[in-house]
T-cell receptor
Framework: AQKITQTQPGMFVQEKEAVTLDCTYDTSDPSYGLFWYKQPSSGEMIFLIYQGSYDQQNATEGRYSLNFQKARKSANLVISASQLGDSAMYFCAMLFRAGANSKLTFGKGITLSVRP | DTGVSQDPRHKITKRGQNVTFRCDPISEHNRLYWYRQTLGQGPEFLTYFQNEAQLEKSRLLSDRFSAERPKGSFSTLEIQRTEQGDSAMYLC?????????????FGSGTRLTVV
């Protein structure tokens, strides 16, 4: 069975510092995609970054980077130079590509609070 | 195209009443998904459509829930005889087939409160 695990309690970071949000996953499928979404208090899920299981390099998008360790089955999100607007819930999600009925499966999320 | 739209944003209803939510996906996307999110949890898959065909329903979707996508465009999610346990955020998302590195685009959700 495929599973996404986010076990960190609420995370706090000082403004302008970097923070790492952990995500581990479990699957036997060789082909999959890993995503991070941000959900501010308004409720909308905002796509941040994507990593494919066959990608050789770690994904980066501006201040976001994904530390992908395939053998360890982890896909941690690194946010550099934190800003107050980064305070939100962050969800790791996985899209399993095997079969036509693939769909995004989410972890429980991590709350990030950025302190001024 | 302004993204995925959901209506209403908030709904308060009395237990036992029926409610209906609407989702308008991105027009080029032929897949449409419904998720439910309770407080402090990640979104849980409910059902999805490819064009007008409903291809999968989660076991979370009891017989009080029904979803339609009549012309392969907008979708509705109806909950009959609402219960307090139905209180949650209902998220709609859309994607192209296959959803490669762009993942899904989500709407802002409909927050349901059953009193």
């Amino acid at each position: 069975a495929q599973k996404i695990t986010q076990t960190q309690p609420g995370m706090f970071v000082q403004e302008k510092e970097a923070v790492t949000l952990d995500c581990t996953y479990d699957t036997s499928d060789p082909s999959y995609g890993l995503f991070w979404y941000k959900q501010p208090s308004s409720g909308e899920m905002i796509f941040l970054i994507y990593q494919g299981s066959y990608d050789q390099q770690n994904a980066t998008e501006g201040r976001y980077s994904l530390n992908f360790q395939k053998a360890r089955k982890s896909a941690n999100l690194v946010i550099s130079a934190s800003q107050l607007g980064d305070s939100a819930m962050y969800f790791c999600a996985m899209l399993f590509r095997a079969g036509a009925n693939s769909k995004l499966t989410f972890g429980k999320g991590i709350t990030l609070s950025v302190r001024p | 195209d302004t993204g995925v739209s959901q209506d209403p944003r908030h709904k308060i209803t009395k237990r036992g009443q029926n409610v209906t939510f609407r989702c308008d996906p991105i027009s080029e996307h032929n897949r449409l998904y419904w998720y439910r999110q309770t407080l402090g949890q990640g979104p849980e898959f409910l059902t999805y459509f490819q064009n007008e065909a409903q291809l999968e329903k989660s076991r979370l979707l009891s017989d009080r829930f029904s979803a339609e996508r009549p012309k392969g465009s907008f979708s509705t999610l109806e909950i009959q005889r609402t219960e307090q346990g139905d209180s949650a955020m209902y998220l709609c998302a859309s994607s192209s087939t296959p959803a490669a590195d762009e993942g899904y685009t989500f709407g802002s959700g409909t927050r349901l409160t059953v009193v």
